[in-house]
Protein backbone atom coordinates (compact mmCIF):
# COMPACT_ATOMS: atom_id res chain seq x y z
CA UNK A 1 0.00 0.00 0.00
CA UNK A 2 2.68 2.33 0.79
CA UNK A 3 4.28 1.84 -2.52
CA UNK A 4 1.24 2.89 -4.30
CA UNK A 5 1.22 5.99 -2.46
CA UNK A 6 4.85 6.86 -3.07
CA UNK A 7 4.33 5.83 -6.56
CA UNK A 8 1.28 8.27 -7.21
CA UNK A 9 3.67 11.34 -5.48
CA UNK A 10 6.10 10.40 -7.61
CA UNK A 11 3.91 10.54 -10.85
CA UNK A 12 2.25 13.94 -9.34
CA UNK A 13 5.73 15.49 -9.07
CA UNK A 14 4.99 15.78 -5.31
CA UNK A 15 7.97 16.12 -3.02
CA UNK A 16 8.24 13.02 0.06
CA UNK A 17 10.17 13.97 2.65
CA UNK A 18 10.44 10.60 4.58
CA UNK A 19 13.52 8.38 4.94
CA UNK A 20 12.76 4.62 2.91
CA UNK A 21 14.96 1.39 3.74
CA UNK A 22 17.10 -0.20 1.20
CA UNK A 23 14.43 -2.94 0.78
CA UNK A 24 11.14 -0.52 0.02
CA UNK A 25 13.62 1.50 -2.27
CA UNK A 26 14.56 -1.73 -4.06
CA UNK A 27 10.97 -2.69 -4.17
CA UNK A 28 9.77 0.23 -5.81
CA UNK A 29 13.11 0.21 -8.46
CA UNK A 30 11.90 -3.77 -9.01
CA UNK A 31 15.68 -4.59 -7.91
CA UNK A 32 16.01 -8.04 -6.37
CA UNK A 33 16.08 -7.70 -2.43
CA UNK A 34 18.15 -10.44 -0.44
CA UNK A 35 18.68 -11.50 3.04
CA UNK A 36 21.01 -8.59 3.70
CA UNK A 37 18.31 -5.97 2.77
CA UNK A 38 16.43 -7.68 6.31
CA UNK A 39 19.03 -7.00 8.40
CA UNK A 40 18.09 -2.96 8.22
CA UNK A 41 14.57 -3.32 9.08
CA UNK A 42 14.75 -6.31 11.87
CA UNK A 43 17.91 -7.48 12.85
CA UNK A 44 16.10 -10.39 15.41
CA UNK A 45 14.53 -11.57 12.18
CA UNK A 46 18.04 -11.42 10.02
CA UNK A 47 19.82 -13.70 12.46
CA UNK A 48 16.79 -16.39 12.58
CA UNK A 49 16.46 -16.76 8.90
CA UNK A 50 20.98 -16.49 8.95
CA UNK A 51 20.44 -19.09 11.36
CA UNK A 52 18.18 -21.23 9.66
CA UNK A 53 20.08 -21.12 6.24
CA UNK A 54 23.38 -21.80 7.54
CA UNK A 55 22.66 -24.63 10.46
CA UNK A 56 20.70 -28.27 10.14
CA UNK A 57 17.78 -27.04 11.94
CA UNK A 58 16.96 -31.22 12.21
CA UNK A 59 19.24 -30.69 15.63
CA UNK A 60 17.26 -28.31 16.79
CA UNK A 61 13.56 -28.78 15.70
CA UNK A 62 13.38 -32.97 15.14
CA UNK A 63 10.53 -34.40 12.80
CA UNK A 64 7.56 -35.58 14.77
CA UNK A 65 7.56 -38.94 14.58
CA UNK A 66 10.94 -38.85 13.23
CA UNK A 67 14.55 -41.26 13.60
Do not use: M, R, W
Request: hydrophobic share 40%; with cysteine.
Amino acid sequence: FAGYLVAKAILQGEHIDGHFSHAFLCNILELKTGLEDIKELSPCIYNSLDFILNNDIDEVFPHPGGP
